[in-house]
């Protein structure tokens, strides 16, 4: 008769082994499910009132769940959404917005880490609005920001949101200047949006925040050609990560090359000396260094009238960006447009109505059903 014990053991345990070697399953216990199954108890929704107080007072949990609502395309979550954002727009605006950028590989989660977990350390309270890129093909994200940022995410002066770009070329959400101000309400003194790579495309950032910052590394070939020259033109910043070991000389070179290239660049902000620092995220090394520049760059703007002046072109350009979103939306959601749509696609692919003659058929359902 085989020993009870024997038939709970993999082969390979020695034959006077006792039951350390043994696994057992255990019998669960059966309790009956609720009517309908799974899922259990429904979230309530909150009113308007409960968000707004929620932001103000710093519940991390509200802020979420606002900034779900507000990056929410449901009409009615849009109405609300919008309702809570002119409630909170008093108590924006008082923080330092940030943008990073740079190549695949720069490092920008470590270095926004290190950066982050080091002011939070000084008292500030930081948001980081970390945008993933959406999948082309099922219109999913990572969001893994939080735990390649484990660290910082885990610091109660810091607060990380990450967010899908829903395809968006800019590199940010089409939501993210009213999460910018939603984080300002609910105390963050420091925002710092990170983006999905760069290019000549990918600049929206810069129309959103006060500093624009370019991470670039040494070592990787040729340095200075994945960068776009676009996108140099508009940084007031730019930072080579990663000089550490072996890679410190490549890096003081680069550093050295690029300074060359922005000192016969017109800088973005006016009277202001575009600086190319090093720094590594990794161990820590120049990063107190980065944001001294960055505190110089403030101090440049509020001497000169500048910010205000800035945040102004910034509402100005959220007005436009609302605009496109809210006439996209009308034109999709009309009933003429919706229900002609999926014919006109079908004939466009197939080569029989020409591109333009199915936009123009379009604009006319929805201006004919308008009237």
């Not at 409960?50 to 769940?65: P, Y």
């Not at 727009?89 to 940030?98: E, I, L, Q, T």
């Not at 994945?226 to 996108?231: N, S």
């Not at 509402?315 to 447009?337: D, I, K, S, T, Y």
Request: aromatic share 6%; net charge neutral; with cysteine.
């Amino acid at each position: 008769m085989t020993h009870p014990d024997r038939d709970n053991k993999p082969e390979w345990a020695p034959p006077n082994a006792g039951n350390e070697f043994a696994s057992f399953v255990m019998r669960g216990v059966n309790t009956p499910s609720p009517a309908g199954g799974l899922p259990g108890k429904k979230r309530r929704s909150l009113t308007v009132d409960e968000h707004v107080d929620g932001v103000l007072s710093g519940n991390r949990m509200i802020l979420a769940r606002t900034i779900t609502l507000i990056e929410s395309n449901a009409p009615a979550h849009r109405d609300m959404g919008q309702e809570v954002l002119q409630r909170l727009m008093p108590h924006a605006g008082r923080s330092m917005r940030v943008g990073i950028s740079g190549v695949p590989g720069a490092g920008k989660s470590t270095f926004i880490e290190a950066l982050g977990s080091m002011l939070c350390e000084q008292g500030h309270r930081v948001a980081v609005l970390a945008v993933d890129p959406s999948s082309t093909l099922s219109g999913g994200s990572i969001l893994g920001d939080k735990t390649r940022m484990e660290r910082l995410s885990a610091h109660p002066n810091a607060y990380i949101r990450p967010s899908p770009t829903g395809g968006n070329l800019g590199g940010v959400t089409e939501k993210s200047r009213s999460t910018i101000q939603v984080c300002e309400a609910a105390g963050y003194d420091v925002i710092i949006v990170e983006t999905v790579g760069v290019g000549q495309n990918e600049i929206a950032v810069r129309g959103m925040v006060d500093c624009y910052m370019l991470l670039g590394i040494a070592g990787a070939g040729d340095d200075l050609q994945g960068i776009k020259k676009g996108v140099i033109e508009i940084a007031d910043l730019f930072v080579v990560n990663k000089a550490d070991g072996d890679n410190k000389a490549r890096a003081r070179r680069t550093q050295a090359e690029m300074s060359t290239v922005l000192h016969y660049l017109t800088p973005y902000t006016p009277e202001w000396s575009v600086q190319a620092l090093t720094c590594s995220a990794l161990k820590g090394d120049g990063v107190a260094e980065v944001w001294e520049s960055v505190t110089r760059f403030f101090a440049h703007l509020k001497e000169h009238g500048w910010l205000e002046q800035r945040r102004a072109q910034q509402n100005v350009g959220w007005l436009h960006e609302l605009m496109n979103q809210e006439l996209r939306h009308l034109f999709l959601e009309n009933p003429a447009v919706a229900k002609e749509l999926p014919h006109l696609e079908k004939e466009v692919a197939a080569g029989k109505t020409p591109v333009y003659q199915a936009a123009k058929s379009l604009l006319s359902c929805f201006q004919n059903k308008s009237r």
